[in-house]
């Protein structure tokens, strides 16, 4: 069956530590990747994506992703983290020529001041 | 511009009555969607449009739920006969042509069903 798989349900960090969230998804062929986040009391945003080329894509706020095809890997990253990183971010999937995307259940950021 | 927007914010209804939440997609969006997020269910896919062609009801979880796309911009999604499994987050999100480009999300309609 095709999933999206977040395998941290909860990261709890300090302020400057590195992040690293994982996602990886069990789709055969071609397919289109996305990290979301969903700050506290507002609505699912694009943090990035990637459809092709460079594998390491960079999005907002100083956050990357790296996708390694030969792991249907597509981890999140940011080398130091801040307190308003906290937040649920999601991982998502589509396949191409697909129409929905398939989301992870989400990971949920916590950063200490 | 404006992003996807969608009415009510929140919405309580009682087992068995009909409900329709409406999503208004960016200007310029010819594909549209709405997912569902459920406590403990993360986002599942409902329904998809793109332009004039029939939409991909794929994802609708029974004939309790259908969806119309009014010319081609705002869309209402309809439940009839409430149930209290249909509580959830309904999400609206949009996207330039295909489905293959990011899709934009609505800030979604809480519904609570007693």
């Known amino acids: 069956a095709q999933s999206v798989s977040q395998h941290n349900h909860h990261v709890i960090l300090s302020e400057a530590a590195s992040l690293e969230l994982g996602c990886n998804y069990s789709?055969?062929?071609?397919?289109?990747l996305f990290w979301y986040v969903q700050y506290p009391g507002q609505h699912l945003q694009l943090l990035l994506k990637?459809?092709?080329?460079?594998?390491l894509v960079k999005g907002i706020k100083g956050f990357e992703a790296e996708f390694i095809k030969s792991k249907f890997s597509f981890n999140l990253r940011k080398p130091s983290v801040q307190w308003s990183d906290t937040a649920e971010y999601f991982c998502?999937?589509?396949?191409?020529?697909?129409?929905?995307?398939?989301f992870g259940t989400g990971t949920r950021l916590t950063v200490i001041p | 511009g404006a992003g996807v927007s969608q009415s009510p914010s929140n919405k309580v209804t009682e087992k068995g009555k009909d409900v329709e939440l409406r999503c208004d997609p960016i200007?310029?969006?010819?594909?549209l969607y709405w997912y569902r997020q459920s406590l403990g269910q993360g986002l599942e896919f409902l329904i998809y449009?793109?332009?004039?062609?029939?939409?991909?009801k794929s994802g609708l979880p029974s004939d309790r739920f259908s969806a119309e796309r009014t010319g081609g911009s705002v869309s209402t999604l309809t439940i009839q006969r409430t149930q209290q499994e249909d509580s959830a987050v309904y999400l609206c999100?949009?996207?330039?042509?295909?489905?293959?480009?990011?899709?934009?999300f609505g800030p979604g309609t809480r519904l609570l069903v007693l």
């Open positions: 999100a949009s996207s330039l042509e295909s489905s293959a480009k990011a899709q934009y």
């Open positions: 789709y055969g062929g071609t397919v289109n």
């Open positions: 990637y459809f092709s080329g460079d594998p």
């Open positions: 998502a999937v589509i396949q191409t020529g697909a129409n929905n995307l398939f």
């Open positions: 200007s310029g969006h010819t594909a």
């Open positions: 449009f793109q332009g004039n062609s029939a939409p991909d």
